[in-house]
């Protein structure tokens, strides 16, 4: 549970202090910070931001942003996240109760899920989208996903170099490109064992949350398209094979990067197909299966934001969600107070 966040030349918030109880909402007309507030949350206890870049989150008149979350487990701890400009480039320093940490060490302390307007873009939207948000679930149920992640993202960012250099014969030496395949194989078959179980965990729940929030026995089914194989010798092969190709491109075409998780509604696929209201449905279904997956995972209820969604949704959707939110700690933002709620502590902003 989160106590109160403190705020020091945080995107909009010179200085502020908000304290939370179970269910809070924050309400103030546009443009008075709420958003901001919920992304120093999120910030805190995820270390990326999740609507914007880091360097945007420092004050504009400042050089350096401090956040103090207070977060209760069985004692409290102070989770304090510092970033500080210098010229081009920025530095992070996060520590708790006074002891420096990495970020692997506070990703899933706490976890949490947000809800935006946007979320149906997870439909609509690309691949990207969909792959970010899966591992935005993963990082917090799993430090052997976050690792091999992070181990993937540096050895592609590697090898994606050589192949530029390749390309543009800047280099023609090519056997470091075998070492490269060699170091991702491991990290991406761990990546493809996390994502499978979590792709089935979707599988045997989606279809039923969307039925209860639509009302329909509609079938919903999750298929990750791979475009590398699933085993470690294969990826090996797979990724040798690739190499004339992606030396010829400059980048490195296939792998869990360029994966594509295809959602299907009875059957057809959903990214073109669905009405919006099936769309709503949908994405607030996944997000409600988010929701149950951190929850059996991590055996701790996750932290909800709902970033001013609630007037979004049909009274049916409402009720769903709120029914959600009285669950476990919730923060609501809103341009007005809202009436479909009750019991909760009230922020004006
Ligand atoms: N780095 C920054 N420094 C100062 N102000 C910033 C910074 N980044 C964003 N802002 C400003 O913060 C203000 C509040 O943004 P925020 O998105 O939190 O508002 P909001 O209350 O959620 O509004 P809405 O109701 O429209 O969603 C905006 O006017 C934005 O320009
Ligand atoms: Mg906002």
Redesign the pocket.
């Known amino acids: 549970m989160i106590k109160s966040i403190k705020l020091n030349n945080f995107?909009?918030h010179p200085s502020l202090g908000v304290d939370f109880d179970n269910i809070t909402a924050i309400v103030?007309k546009?443009?008075?910070?709420?958003?901001?507030i919920l992304e120093a949350i999120y910030y805190s206890l995820i270390t990326k931001p999740f609507k914007s870049n880091r360097a945007?989150?420092?004050?504009?008149d400042s050089d350096f942003t401090k956040i103090n979350l207070i977060y209760e487990s069985e004692k409290e701890n102070d989770i304090e996240s510092r970033l500080k400009s210098n010229g081009r480039s920025l530095s992070s320093t996060i520590t708790i109760n006074g002891v420096k940490k990495r970020a692997s060490e506070v990703i899933g302390l706490q976890p949490i899920v947000v809800f935006v307007p946007d979320d149906s873009r997870l439909i609509t939207d690309g691949p990207q989208f969909r792959r970010n948000l899966i591992n935005s679930i993963i990082i917090q149920t799993s430090k052997d996903y976050l690792n091999a992640l992070n181990k993937f993202q540096k050895i592609l960012n590697q090898r994606n170099r050589l192949l530029y250099s390749l390309r543009n014969n800047l280099t023609s030496s090519k056997d470091q490109l075998f070492v490269y395949n060699l170091q991702l194989a491991e990290p991406i078959s761990t990546i493809y064992k996390y994502r499978d179980e979590f792709i089935s965990f979707l599988n045997n729940n989606l279809s039923e949350k969307y039925s209860s929030i639509s009302g329909s026995k509609d079938k919903v089914h999750v298929d990750y398209l791979n475009t590398l194989a699933k085993d470690k010798d294969d990826i090996l092969k797979m990724l040798e094979s690739n190499t004339v190709d992606d030396i010829r491109l400059g980048y490195t075409s296939k792998g869990p990067h360029k994966d594509e998780i295809l959602i299907s509604l009875n059957d057809f696929p959903s990214r073109d197909n669905l009405s919006r209201g099936e769309n709503r449905s949908l994405s607030l279904a996944i997000k409600l299966a988010e929701i149950e997956y951190l929850k059996i995972k991590t055996s701790t209820p996750p932290l909800l934001l709902l970033d001013?969604v609630l007037s979004e949704l049909d009274s049916d959707r409402q009720k769903h969600l709120i029914e959600q939110a009285e669950k476990q700690q919730t923060i609501i933002?809103s341009?007005e107070i809202d009436k479909s709620i009750s019991g909760y502590k009230l922020i004006n902003?």
Not at 56 to 60: A, C, E, V
């Open positions: 995107k909009s103030g546009n443009a008075t910070g709420k958003t901001n945007s989150l420092i004050n504009y001013d933002t341009t902003l």
